[in-house]
């Protein structure tokens, strides 16, 4: 089983920073990918960022304030965010899907969520 426990939320004033961690236990494959998206009250969970190996891939509403990198020694995820925004207010969450053979399909696991609040 896999469990992924995320840390790093709270409220911030807007242009300020945070940075998320989310950390992965249990039975991790070497082919994953790691990412963060976020879900805004009445609104669909949406994609924010990936990393798989040395590649990431953010959304475009992210680009440029948002940094995702990995340790993989300690198999944790995180998301530094500058200048952010009213709008980036969410529960943020950490998700990772992973295959045990190139052959095999992937399973996803999230993590419980983090709630981030921009406001003055």
């Known amino acids: 089983q896999v469990q992924l426990v995320e840390s790093g939320g709270g409220l911030v004033q807007p242009g300020g920073s945070l940075r998320l961690s989310c950390a992965a236990s249990?039975?991790?494959?070497?082919?994953?990918?790691m990412g963060w998206y976020r879900q805004a009250p009445g609104k669909e969970r949406e994609l924010v960022a990936t990393?798989?190996?040395?590649?990431?891939n953010y959304a475009d509403f992210v680009k440029g304030r948002f940094t995702i990198s990995r340790d993989n020694a300690k198999n944790t995820v995180y998301l530094q965010m500058n200048s952010l925004k009213p709008e980036d207010t969410a529960v943020y969450y950490c998700?990772?899907?992973?295959?045990?053979?190139?052959?095999?399909?992937?399973?996803?696991?999230w993590g419980q969520g983090t709630q981030v609040t921009v406001s003055s």
């Open positions: 998700k990772l899907d992973q295959r045990s053979t190139l052959l095999a399909a992937f399973r996803g696991y």
């Open positions: 249990g039975t991790i494959f070497s082919i994953n990918v």
């Open positions: 990393i798989t190996g040395g590649t990431t």
